[in-house]
């Protein structure tokens, strides 16, 4: 019966289901895995980034992205879908920053990309995006980290720690076992690796992961390839 309802975004099935989101969403759970955990001072985001030619320039693509000062993102599923989020959340970041000459609270960014997100959801001639994201900041005013996932459907998720991708139910069933509220940021960035560790095939190297960090008193930072090699040295 769902077939029927399949290849209309704007058409629920009887069974109350928007199809095309639940593909959207399998999009997502096939891509590559990302780990998001919130330490007592500050956010770690990580994830796989594997290149299908050795001959591409893996200085020219990045997945953990700086949308301000103090908050990044990261996403599992379609990269180009992920590109036009990036860019819209910048803009809607600068617009704030116009209007009240301060920077966008994490919140507030991760409401406004949801929003957009939920757009392509009732609208004909469009698709859902093919991406979930996870979004880290810290706030200066609230003095306090944020760890926020968006998906397809505009709905928005705070969470401690979490995974998502392909196998992240092993990875959220790892972070269960390893969180605690109390872990600092150089201990999480070490569960991150170990996370993506329990999906990932071949021999892990600084070139075929990306991690990014966030914390008190720094702008949110992409690690360097050296900086990763060092973490991974000591996983």
């Known amino acids: 019966m769902s077939e029927r309802y399949s290849f209309s975004l704007t058409t629920f ?3 109350g289901k928007l199809v095309q ?3 959207a969403l399998a999009a997502v759970a096939s891509g590559a895995p990302s780990v998001g955990i919130k330490a007592k001072d500050g956010v770690v985001l990580a994830t796989e980034k594997k290149q299908k030619s050795i001959l591409y320039d893996d ?4 997945k953990v992205e700086q949308i301000t000062n103090n908050i990044g993102m990261v996403y599992s599923g379609m990269g180009p879908d992920y590109r036009v989020l990036v860019k819209a959340a910048r803009k809607l970041a600068q617009q704030y920053q116009l209007t009240y000459s301060e920077d966008i609270p994490t919140v507030q960014l991760v409401q406004r990309v949801a929003n957009v997100m939920q757009e392509y959801t009732q609208q004909g001639g469009v698709r859902p995006f093919g991406v979930s994201l996870l979004i880290a900041g810290w706030d200066v005013d609230e003095d306090r980290p944020y760890l926020y996932q968006c998906d397809p459907s505009g709905a928005y998720f705070a969470w401690k720690a979490t995974a998502m991708g392909k196998n992240h139910t092993n990875g959220k069933t790892f972070l269960e076992k390893r969180y605690s509220e109390e872990v600092g940021l150089e201990d999480a960035v070490q569960t991150a690796i170990l996370t993506l560790k329990e999906s990932f095939e071949g021999q892990m190297t600084e070139d075929n992961i990306e991690i990014g960090i966030c914390k008190k008193g720094s702008p949110f930072k992409r690690l360097t390839s050296s900086e990763v090699k060092d973490y991974l040295a000591q996983s």
Not at 59 to 62: A, C, D, E, L, P
């Open 59 to 62: 200085t020219t693509i990045h």
């Open 13 to 15: 099935s009887p069974s």
């Open 21 to 23: 989101i639940e593909y």
